[in-house]
């Protein structure tokens, strides 16, 4: 069984590195270095990342470069897009009452 999108980016260390590939592709060293992981540890992360799609692999020579596939991650912001909403139009509510109470304040 494969895990879902939002259990693979619900792994700090996975996000972490997302965040570092959202600057370009990276190696896995670089990537060791970046996160501050042992290397099998990067390793079987970026596996999980690669079953979830959300990165690619490019072999050249000894290396591997890992770039981030931006794609899967429209699936969590369309997700995420009525939160957004419902929040942004509560924080503005809270907003114009906390600007009514300073204007009675007044």
């Known amino acids: 069984m494969t895990a879902s999108l939002f ?9 972490r590195i ?7 592709d990276r190696s896995v060293t670089e990537l060791v270095e970046l996160v501050g992981l042992a290397q ?3 390793s079987k992360h970026l596996k999980t990342l690669r079953d ?11 290396r591997r470069w ?3 596939r931006p ?11 009525p939160y957004r909403r419902t929040w942004a139009r509560r924080l503005d509510a809270l907003g ?4 009514r109470m300073e ?3 007044d």
């Open 66 to 68: 890992y770039r981030l």
């Open 96 to 99: 114009d009452h906390l600007d």
């Open 40 to 42: 099998p540890t990067v």
């Open 52 to 62: 979830a799609e959300l990165v690619v692999v490019r072999p050249e020579a000894q």
């Open 18 to 24: 997302l965040d570092a590939l959202r600057d370009g």
């Open 71 to 81: 794609e899967p991650l429209r699936e969590l912001d369309q997700w995420l897009e």
């Open 103 to 105: 204007e009675n304040d």
């Open 7 to 15: 259990e693979v980016v619900a792994e700090p260390h996975r996000r």
